[in-house]
């Protein structure tokens, strides 16, 4: 089992950046795939952006790709969302998540076994 802890979220405007960091614990980091999610009111929680266990490999939603960038610090048992050119539809909660696989390319909530508090970003307008 793996504990993961959101932190960075906060309330920006459009254009602004964030970094989110997911700081995990347990299992060991770097046997498994990880994941960004985020679930807006009202909406069923989706895929963002992934990583592979070395770092090697990232794949984003085709929503944030360019903007968005996801990285891996193994030793430190941290996984990073750094998020730019904001906007006021990347509302949501962001989650993190630890994949059940050690390989790439994950995109179902389904293919991940743990998952974080969730950490809300708010994009006015």
């Known amino acids: 089992q793996v504990q993961l802890v959101e932190s960075g979220g906060g309330l920006v405007q459009a254009g602004d950046s964030l970094r989110l960091s997911c700081a995990a614990s347990g299992r060991t980091f770097s046997s498994y795939a990880m994941g960004w999610f985020r679930q807006a009111p009202g909406k069923e929680r989706e895929f963002v952006a992934g990583?592979?266990?070395?770092?090697?490999?990232?794949w984003y939603a085709d929503s944030v790709k360019g903007r968005f960038t996801i990285s891996r610090d193994n030793a430190k048992n941290t996984v990073y969302l750094q998020m730019n050119s904001l906007k006021p539809e990347d509302t949501a909660v962001y989650y993190c998540a630890a994949s059940y696989y050690s390989g790439s390319y994950y995109y179902l909530t389904a293919d991940f076994g743990s998952w974080g508090q969730g950490t809300q970003v708010t994009v006015s307008s």
């Open positions: 990583v592979s266990r070395s770092g090697g490999r990232t």
